[in-house]
């Protein structure tokens, strides 16, 4: 979508927050379009809530800065927020209050009229029967849906939102990201943390993936598929001296040996050299198949490797998937 | 939230220029926060039901303290409006106190402790506004607390005693009216030092993030000066302790008024109130909100 010369919805420039010791974020930059539904994707403890808390204003920047709308939060105040709505963890609430009262108060907060979208907005996340209640006795994923609605109350053109699908059965998690859908597709932009890639993969079109503090990745997702390069499969007579030649075949990248056959990546000109280079050197090629969802084999690699070491990366990889704590690729 | 498609969209906001919430607003609902508060009712039931339990016990024991130190006691069965003024003098070292603390104390860090500072930061009011909201509303209870207090002292003496004339610390007699008067006057000027106790209290809420510490390090520091105060030796200072101000009122019920402890009092409270809360606002705008 076209930005009409508008400052865009987020722009953040060398963010730095340092809690003593620990350097949460590190020298992050954001660029979030009109329009876009853009995944902030990275491993617990990544620095992602550390960095939307800073976008809202909730904590100062040790470093750099960060603009929403070309506001700046820290000089501007709540007037940096306007036209924006969202939260960081879980939304937190009165638990003394019933969920209306709650809607109200915040309403009160936000002014312009807030008051009056009150049941609107229970309707639209589904609460309006037990917004009679007092938040005490909420599940969290009602919780999650109020935490919804009182961002709506503000009638957002920028929809901030920290993980709104964790901790959430899959009926609620399925609900959750088909509304943030149907928001996107109302027009507002969405900033969306998430330690799940198929949520990001579902939703997003531009992505930032973030790992210990710095981003490794901005840009589109389908830029970082091709970026990354198809990855294909190879069954041979002879995988070891298959494994041999596709090290010193230009164009072949990564080649990894598994007992069951040879991986690597390459365009399909390599492919085509590589078969033919096969076949010159007496090796018969059984099966020789292209390989989808490299996504989070690229995660992976940019996250496992970006930050840290340069190790091998297919070995990476498949000690990423295992490791679900750190983040989640499958469901 | 199955049936999404269904209901109304919600629409994009429009371009136009927003009226913001006022510092009132925000008030109202600092109010309405307290008033569905269980622990709200702590304190002031402390001050309640302490006048009513005194005269209860007055009556039930028929006591006619005339050798008594204090002149308020020694006829307190003489006139209803003695009463009252006795029970200032009891509240107002540490029952007052604590109840206008268990407010203050609790009103920012007890936000930060459920994590609802973040959800009303994120709106369309500044942190300035929010504080004074919440200074407001903790003076606003602190006072309510000392005049329900007074009121329910009246009651009940006038009631057990009846509305008759009293004699102040100066010996002279002030009709029942007048008497009531100095009664809601003398409450009113104790307000001062309490309001300073208030704003010590909303400094460490602020500053601590923990309602417990903030409550118990505000109630220390007052048995700390009462503590002070009894050290030989150290008279000298005696009278610029923030506990000896809680007697400030004592200057009404004389005949000619002596308005020298007032004033000072006034001047002494401002030394440790006003940067008490000028500290507490830098605080709460500066300060990151990290938790919940
Ligand atoms: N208030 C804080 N004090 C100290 N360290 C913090 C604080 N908040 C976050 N951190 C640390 O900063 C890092 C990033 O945390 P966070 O932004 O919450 O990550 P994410 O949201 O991506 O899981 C973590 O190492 C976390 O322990
Ligand atoms: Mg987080």
Known sequence: MSDGGSPPPVKARGLVKRYKEVLAVDHIDLNVRTGDVYGFLGPNGAGKTTTLRMALGLITPTEGTVELFGRNPMRQGARALEGVAGFVEAPRFYPYLTGRKNLELLAALDGDGASERIDEVLGVVELAPRAGHRVAGYSHGMRQRLGLASALLRRPRLLILDEPATGLDPAGMRDMRRLIRRLADDGITVLLSSHQLPEVQELCDRVAIVDSGRVVYEGALSDLRRQGGAGYRLRSTDDVRALELARLQTGIEHPLADGTGLGFQADEDAVAAFSLALGRAGIGILALTPELATLEDLFFRLTENGAGGSQPNGADAAQGVSDSDRLVATQ | ?292
């Open chain 2, 1 to 292: 939230m199955s049936s999404v498609a269904a209901s109304p969209p919600v629409g994009v906001s429009r371009s136009k220029r927003s009226r913001r919430p006022s510092t009132a607003t925000v008030y109202r609902w600092e109010l309405r926060k307290l008033v569905s508060q269980k622990r709200t009712y702590l304190g002031l039931a402390l001050v309640i039901i302490l006048p009513i339990f005194f005269v209860v016990f007055q009556n039930v024991h028929q006591r006619h303290d005339r050798g008594a130190d204090n002149i308020f006691a020694a006829q307190i069965t003489q006139s209803g409006l003695a009463t009252p003024v006795l029970m200032l003098l009891f509240l107002s070292v540490f029952m007052l106190p604590l109840a206008a603390v268990l407010v203050a104390g609790d009103i920012v860090a007890a936000e930060d402790g459920n994590g609802t500072l973040k959800t009303i930061l994120t709106r369309s009011v500044d942190r300035g506004r929010v504080f004074a909201a919440k200074a407001l509303a903790a003076v606003t209870y602190a006072a309510i607390a000392v005049f329900l207090s007074a009121a329910v002292a009246t009651v009940a003496g006038v009631a057990s005693w009846g509305f008759q004339s009293v004699r102040t610390f100066s010996g002279t007699v002030v009709s029942a009216p007048e008497a009531l008067l100095l009664v809601f006057a003398s409450n009113a000027i104790y307000l001062i030092p309490l309001l300073t106790v208030a704003a010590i209290g909303l400094l460490l809420s602020t500053a601590t993030r923990n309602s417990a510490a903030a409550v118990v390090g505000t109630i220390g520091l007052v048995i700390l000066l009462f503590i002070i105060a009894q050290i030989p030796g150290l008279e000298g200072i005696k009278p610029y302790l923030l506990t000896e101000q809680f007697e400030n009122w004592h200057g009404l019920l004389r005949t000619p008024t002596d308005w020298a402890p007032i004033a000072h009092s006034a001047w002494v409270c401002a030394l440790y109130g006003v940067p008490a809360l000028f500290a507490a606002y830098l605080i709460f705008l500066r300060r990151d909100v990290a938790g919940g």
